[in-house]
């Protein structure tokens, strides 16, 4: 089964700086996707940015891009020019592409995102 | 599009009392997925529907709990009874298609506490 990490409970960042969140995963899969989520206090789960790991190229999404390190199973996210909206808990997931399964996410325990004025 | 529903947004109950949480999909969206999320266990998948179809259901914790959607517009989950365990945030998401590409969109969860 796969498995999603976030080591970072909690993050802070100043205002207008640069922030990274990190996540691994495991599996035994070469191919599948990764998403990050955000979760502002109205709670609902907004999705951030996603990556194909069959895509080299890193995701990227205005002020949000991702470092997708698929042979050390890390997908860390990195926020540019910080802005107080950006403060959330964080979720990286995982999805399969195979057949059964394909429809669950797996997610990380989050990470809570402070910004400081 | 308002987006997924939920209803309540709170709910307080207590234990061996029924609840039903309810959802609305997007219109056009033809799967619909109910997520817990608690503190000990983050967010997981309790059970997923397509065309109105239960097609998983292996999250599902418990004979305690069951869902339903009886039409393409409306889903619920039911526990009956309630425990004080099973307070958690519940979450309805919805997508067009089962895609693995296809964006999920979630709802703004409902909040059970039961004491």
């Known amino acids: 089964a796969q498995t999603v990490t976030q080591s970072q409970p909690e993050m802070s960042v100043q205002e207008a700086e640069t922030v990274t969140l990190s996540c691994t995963y495991d599996t035994s899969e070469s191919d599948y996707y990764l998403f990050w989520y955000k979760q502002p206090p109205s709670r609902q789960m907004i999705l951030v940015i996603r990556q194909e790991a069959y895509k080299q190229q890193n995701a990227t999404e205005n002020r949000f891009s991702v470092n997708f390190q698929k042979a050390a199973k890390s997908f860390s996210l990195k926020i540019s020019d910080s802005q107080l909206g950006d403060a959330a808990m964080y979720f990286c997931a995982y999805r399969t592409l195979s057949i059964q399964g394909a429809q669950k996410l797996v997610f990380g325990q989050g990470t809570r995102l402070t910004i400081n004025p | 599009d308002a987006g997924v529903i939920q209803s309540p947004r709170h709910e307080v109950t207590e234990m061996g009392q029924e609840v039903t949480l309810r959802c609305k999909p997007i219109?056009?969206?033809?799967?619909l997925f109910w997520y817990r999320q608690t503190m000990m266990r983050g967010l997981e998948l309790l059970i997923y529907?397509?065309?109105?179809?239960?097609?998983?259901d292996s999250g599902m914790p418990e004979d305690r709990f069951s869902a339903k959607m009886p039409n393409a517009s409306f889903s619920t989950l039911k526990i009956q009874p309630s425990e004080p365990r099973d307070s958690a945030v519940y979450f309805c998401?919805?997508?067009?298609?089962?895609?693995?590409?296809?964006?999920?969109?979630f709802g703004s969860g409902t909040q059970l506490s039961v004491l």
């Open positions: 529907f397509n065309n109105n179809v239960p097609i998983d």
């Open positions: 219109s056009g969206h033809d799967y």
């Open positions: 998401a919805s997508s067009r298609t089962g895609s693995t590409n296809e964006k999920l969109f």
